[in-house]
Every structure is written in C-alpha cells, then in structure tokens.
C-alpha cells in the first residue's frame, strides 16, 4: 500500500509520525479541507501530466487551475492529464493519494508558485485518507522537486 511506502520514505527523517490519517476521505481538495479543518486552498494538490516522455507532477494550492497558455508555454505541450487507471502504475500512487514523495523513478516534480503565500500545506501521504502539514521548505526538501514553476491561475 502506498501509505506504508510513504511512512517507510518518512522514517528515513524521523518524520513518520506527523503523517495523519482520517476516519474519512481526503481524497479531493474539498474532502481534505474538511478532514482537516482548514482553508482549501491550503491542500496542496499534485496534478500528474504526461509530457512528452516523461511523467510531471505539480504540486498546486487547492484553489489553482492549470492556465493552458501558461502550462504550454513553460512545458512546450498541450496539457494532457494522466488517466485514472494510469496513475498507479505510473507514479506509484493511486488518485486519490498522490503526493511528490516515494514515486517511482524518472517521475518528475514541480512546484507551482500558488503554495508560496502559504506558510504550511497539506500534501497527501499515498492514500486517499491522509496528509501531512509542511511548511514550504520542508516541501522542497523532502518533494526531490526540480523547480518552482508558474503554471496556474487561482480561481476566486
């Protein structure tokens, strides 16, 4: 399961511990505000694209929308979401739960500009009822991401 992976990738920082699971679903930006009791936007969500060859994650504030011009004009390609059935076995975690930390090799992480004017967020664990609150540096630290990136436009 990859809530097991994601406590194991954890362990390695003595972080396990500050992983949180719900008796309910977080599995959407709606769904993890209220489990969480916090803002939506505050979730940040990791959207998964084919690009070319390679598999892209970006992690988002709750509140952002992929802007196609922007996406296009960093990424030099249309947008083109992952598929349900392709996110496992591509990333290493099911929709629901996934998350930049543990995926699988050659997947690669971006941060969208839209979580800096947080001072913590709330990324998934691997499943589709946990999260764990970082603040940005520790996103940056334990994501392995490669940049920060502006490819979304946050919708009032």
């Not at 090799?105 to 800096?116: A, N, P």
């Not at 709330?122 to 990136?149: D, F, M, R, V």
Request: negative net charge; glycine residues 6%; aromatic residues 10%.
């Amino acid at each position: 399961m990859a809530i097991d992976k994601i406590k194991k990738y954890f362990s390695n920082f003595g972080m396990e511990n500050r992983i949180l699971e719900f008796e309910v679903s977080s599995a959407t930006v709606e769904l993890a505000a209220l489990a969480l009791n916090c803002e939506p936007q505050r979730i940040a969500k990791t959207l998964s694209f084919h690009v070319n060859d390679d598999v892209v994650l970006i992690v988002t504030a709750g509140d952002a929308k992929i802007d196609n011009s922007k996406y296009k004009g960093f990424f030099k390609a249309k947008a083109k979401m992952l598929s349900f059935d392709e996110a496992e076995s591509l990333i290493g975690h099911a929709v629901g739960g996934v998350c930049p930390f543990a995926v699988n090799d050659g997947v690669k992480i971006f941060l969208d500009e839209s979580l800096k004017r947080f001072e913590t967020v709330y990324p998934a664990c691997g499943s589709s009822n946990s999260a764990i609150e970082l603040t940005i540096p520790e996103l940056e630290k334990y994501s392995n991401y490669i940049q920060w990136i502006d490819v979304c436009k946050v919708v009032e």
